[in-house]
Each structure stands twice: as C-alpha cells, then as structure tokens.
C-alpha cells in the first residue's frame, strides 16, 4: 500500500514542479493536470509492475515517472493534428 502511495506522489510532484495545472480550466475538459489523471495513471503503471516483476521501491519511483511523462505529453501522443 505504500508503494501505491509513493507512486502517486511521485507522479504529483514531478507535474507540480514542471508547472502543469492543479486542477483543468474547464470542469469538462479532458486537459491533463496534477489531480487527474497523472496518479491514477501512476498507480496503474505500478499495478502492472507490481504483477509482472515483483513489488519494490524502484518500480514504484519508475511508476511515478512514467505516469507524469504519460499525463503531461498525452495531448502531443493522442491529441488532434
């Protein structure tokens, strides 16, 4: 449960500190912030870890950072051209 937890915020203090939004401007917006959906993205890379590998403090911290770098380039990887 601990590592779940240091996954996200891992995910949360890397988007803080890289200047991504709090919260979206608009309520029904789907632009990426640091609420949503940066830790559930990291918690889900932590999940698939944790079933694949085994559960560590690494793949926990590598959760985190995959989760924030998902989040804050998902409008260039799934965004309109």
Same mark, same amino acid.
């Given at each position: 449960?601990?590592?779940? &937890? +240091?996954?996200?915020? &891992?995910?949360?203090?890397?988007?803080? %500190?890289?200047?991504?939004? %709090?919260?979206?401007?608009?309520?029904?917006?789907?632009?990426?912030? &640091?609420?949503?959906?940066?830790?559930?993205?990291?918690?889900?890379?932590?999940?698939?870890?944790?079933?694949?590998?085994?559960?560590? +403090? #690494? #793949?926990? &911290? +590598?959760?985190?950072? +995959?989760?924030?770098? %998902?989040?804050?380039?998902?409008?260039?990887?799934?965004?309109?051209?």
């Amino acid at each position: 449960m601990l590592l779940y &937890v +240091l996954s996200a915020i &891992v995910s949360m203090g890397l988007a803080f %500190l890289f200047k991504m939004p %709090l919260k979206p401007r608009d309520k029904f917006s789907f632009e990426a912030s &640091v609420i949503f959906p940066t830790p559930i993205l990291a918690l889900g890379f932590y999940a698939i870890f944790k079933h694949l590998f085994y559960p560590s +403090l #690494f #793949f926990s &911290v +590598l959760a985190g950072i +995959l989760g924030f770098l %998902l989040s804050k380039y998902s409008d260039k990887l799934f965004g309109e051209s």
